[in-house]
């Protein structure tokens, strides 16, 4: 859920229907200034037709199935609700003033196929908004690479250069 949630609060500040302004601190911009997001799903409803696509096979085909989280979060299975859906997919609300982000996931991921963080990077430079995208490769759902020490190094540049300006 945290990168899924990240690249929403990235894309969703003052999207009417994610944004309620009564429950506290309504003179509060949501705006965040960058975003991290590692191997977020942004689109449930291609998961398991991009994680098909990649060679997985059916015991990992689950992301419509009634009890999937995505489907537990959006309330319905995944392809039946497709409306409710692209509220909860970030790439539907990607604007040009959305944060920099950056983006990594591992390219053996069996969980969320590495074909949704290319969706929404490539929705997020259509728009002009400055986002990178590192693919680890031989790396599944998590993992050493994305802890490393070179990628602490990667992720502190990152922040240096939208942060700490």
């Given at each position: 859920a945290g990168?899924?949630?990240?690249?929403?609060?990235?894309?969703?500040?003052?999207?009417?229907?994610?944004?309620?302004?009564?429950?506290?601190?309504?003179?509060?911009?949501?705006?965040?200034?960058?975003?991290?997001?590692?191997?977020?799903?942004?689109?449930?409803?291609?998961?398991?037709?991009?994680?098909?696509?990649?060679?997985?096979?059916?015991?990992?085909?689950?992301?419509?199935?009634?009890?999937?989280?995505?489907?537990r979060l959006l309330g319905c299975p995944v392809t039946r609700c497709p409306e409710t859906a692209a509220v909860a997919n970030p790439i539907t609300h990607v604007s040009r003033d959305d944060p920099p982000f950056c983006i990594q996931h591992g390219s053996a991921d069996g969980t969320v196929p590495y074909g949704q963080s290319i969706l929404l990077f490539e929705a997020l430079r259509r728009a002009g908004v400055a986002a990178r995208l590192d693919l680890f490769g031989e790396t599944g759902h998590g993992g050493a690479a994305f802890t490393s020490e070179a990628n602490a190094r990667t992720i502190d540049s990152f922040w240096d250069a939208h942060l700490r300006r």
């Open positions: 990168g899924h949630l990240a690249a929403l609060l990235g894309t969703s500040a003052d999207v009417g229907p994610l944004e309620d302004r009564t429950m506290g601190h309504g003179e509060e911009s949501s705006r965040v200034q960058a975003v991290l997001d590692w191997y977020g799903p942004p689109d449930f409803v291609q998961m398991d037709t991009q994680l098909a696509a990649e060679g997985f096979g059916a015991e990992r085909l689950t992301h419509d199935r009634s009890d999937s989280p995505e489907s």
